[in-house]
């Protein structure tokens, strides 16, 4: 069975400008969340979805955003980049909707803002 | 609320050496605890993970037991190798959460010479 892709792997953006990072889960996973990981913040939780619908959402600002789609695919939008954006962004799927699930990881998307 | 603390890293050890990443966690209810391993570059990767007290999660020669009492989960492996560098992540899920917000412990770098 296929891993979590992330697509793009690197991006290269400019401060004012918008990104937008995808997310293929595991197939048959309906769970996706993303997290933010920095040297100077460790990993943070930004959101997770479940059948499209939004279950939960971190302490980060209207500037991030995200959706899922009917296949499960997920995307996450950050607009009016900040240089304090710059980070590893990684995506995580599970199959259900328990708390306990194990969560998979995707390599990540490194993006950096100038 | 919920949260993971690790010992801070680096840890550097020589190859065939013992070693020991200690974790504590507070949480409400009954967690699910988990590893995560980042080598360098790539996505976090589950190393091993504990549902239950007293269960005992392990893969690729590391180990950690499910310490109620202590409220620990800490990790070891008896002969570490140069492969084995990479930063170890500590996690809990809460076992009460209706959704599965993942809590990170900030991480330790392990660092393995020949």
């Known amino acids: 069975k296929a891993g979590v892709t992330q697509t793009p792997r690197y991006l290269i953006k400019t401060r004012g400008q918008q990104v937008t990072l995808s997310c293929s889960p595991i197939?048959?996973?309906?769970?996706v969340s993303w997290y933010q990981q920095t040297p100077g913040q460790g990993l943070q939780f930004l959101f997770e979805y479940f059948s499209e619908t939004q279950r939960n959402k971190g302490n980060f600002p209207g500037r991030f955003s995200g959706r899922q789609f009917s296949n499960s695919r997920s995307e996450m939008n950050v607009s009016t980049l900040e240089l304090g954006d710059s980070a590893l962004y990684l995506c995580?799927?599970?199959?259900?909707?328990?708390?306990?699930?194990?969560?998979?990881f995707g390599p990540g998307t490194r993006l950096t803002v100038l | 609320g919920n949260s993971v603390t690790q010992m801070e890293g680096p840890v550097t050890l020589s190859e065939e050496a013992f070693l020991t990443i200690n974790c504590t966690y507070t949480?409400?209810?009954?967690?699910?605890l988990f590893w995560y391993v980042q080598y360098p570059g790539e996505g976090l990767q589950l190393l091993l993970k504990?549902?239950?007290?007293?269960d005992k999660g392990s893969n690729k020669g590391f180990e950690a037991t499910y310490r109620k009492e202590t409220t620990s989960f800490h990790l070891e492996k008896g002969s570490v190798q140069v492969s084995d560098s990479a930063v170890y992540f500590c996690?809990?899920?809460?076992?009460?959460?209706?959704?599965?917000?993942?809590?990170f412990g900030s991480g330790t770098r392990l660092s393995i010479r020949p």
């Open positions: 949480a409400t209810g009954y967690p699910s």
């Open positions: 197939s048959g996973h309906r769970s």
């Open positions: 995580a799927s599970f199959p259900g909707y328990t708390s306990t699930d194990t969560q998979y």
């Open positions: 504990a549902t239950k007290a007293d």
């Open positions: 996690a809990l899920i809460s076992g009460y959460s209706s959704a599965s917000k993942i809590i």
